[in-house]
């Protein structure tokens, strides 16, 4: 995958914008480059970014393409962010209510959840910049990625219960811990961005004004990591923590034998020995 193809394919999204960071980086041993860095943007400000078929379809081909970009190392870290003020107000209830049987709402729920499952699936760190509110499928959305950056106009909100149906039962409690996320899927309620930050909902808030420049500082020290060590470590995270200790062992073992096979690790450490050796 070059930067024309991948240009090219970007452009067939409907729904969300697609596109490289150009701003250079300095790689580990001092050689600039591209910044490895592609920015997802939910692209339906009008309707509040509100998740529909479309973009569901959307999400799949970009996460495909991303996909296609880690090999070739083109995109090594994605910035999921929205335009407008809503980050994304959950299900577009417009499309569900055009919906006539219980096989099209099935269908429907089955998307969203493949949607949501390629982005967290992706092997490059996904960091989500929350500007406004999440609700439903936002916060889905949201979790799905590898950590989020919020500012105070952010809030989430989890009306599944309250709206007669089922979802966020599996990503939520393991951001959260299980009574936590009880409460918030019984109740409803609100949780706005000073309470995320205190629950482990976001990792980081930000003055609204600084949530793009911290957003792009993280990244790029994410990106200038060794690329094969950093998604292997992520699989290793999110493979792991769903296995006893023996097995989650035994996948960090693997990875340990893939990264030898697969990267310039004497050229690491001797980095490391020099960058050690110069600490005062």
Known sequence: MNLQQFSEAAAGLSTLRLRLDHSGIAS??????????????????????????????DLL???????????????????????????????????RQGMH?????????????????????????????????AVGSGCEIAGACDFILASAGASFRYPEVGWGTIGATQRLPRMVGKRLAKELLYTGRLVEASEALRIGLINQLLEQDALPAAALALAQRIAAAPPLAMQLTKRCLDQGMDRDR??????????????????????????FGNKAGNTP
Do not use: H
Request: aromatic share 4%.
């Open 246 to 271: 023996a097995g989650a062992l035994a996948i960090e073992q693997q990875a340990i034998a893939e990264n030898l096979a697969g990267s310039d690790w004497q050229g690491a450490i001797a980095d």
């Open 101 to 133: 049987s219980q096989a099209e709402v099935t269908a429907r729920r089955q998307l969203a959840f493949d949607a949501y499952a390629a982005l967290e699936a992706l092997p490059q760190p996904v960091i989500a910049l929350l500007q406004g509110p």
């Open 28 to 57: 580990e041993r001092g050689i600039a480059s591209e910044s490895g860095i592609a920015r997802l943007s939910l692209n339906r400000p009008a309707q509040r970014n509100a998740l529909n078929r479309a973009m569901c379809e």
């Open 61 to 95: 081909t970009a996460c495909t393409l991303l996909r296609q970009c880690a090999a070739s190392n083109l995109v090594r870290v994605v910035l999921l962010d929205a335009e407008g003020p809503v980050f994304c107000a959950g299900a577009d209830l417009k499309e």
